[in-house]
């Protein structure tokens, strides 16, 4: 038994992985809410959304 736990133990070559997947995934969350960020920021879509609310408003 204890012979196929070390062997199993062996097979693992992916230690550090799930840091290198958060890492990349933390980034491209960043770049897509900077993304985000620039297209609602920008002046025709405020004045469509603003559109949205006051028709919704109403």
Not at 21 to 28: D, I, R, S
Not at 48 to 54: A, E, H, K, P, Y
């Amino acid at each position: 038994m204890h012979r196929l736990i070390v062997r199993l133990a062996g097979l693992r070559g992916d230690d550090g992985m799930n840091t290198a997947e958060y890492a990349v995934g933390t980034l491209a969350a960043v770049a897509f809410a900077g993304v985000l960020l620039k297209v609602l920021s920008s002046p025709s879509v405020q004045a469509s959304l603003t559109g949205v609310i006051n028709e919704a408003l109403k």
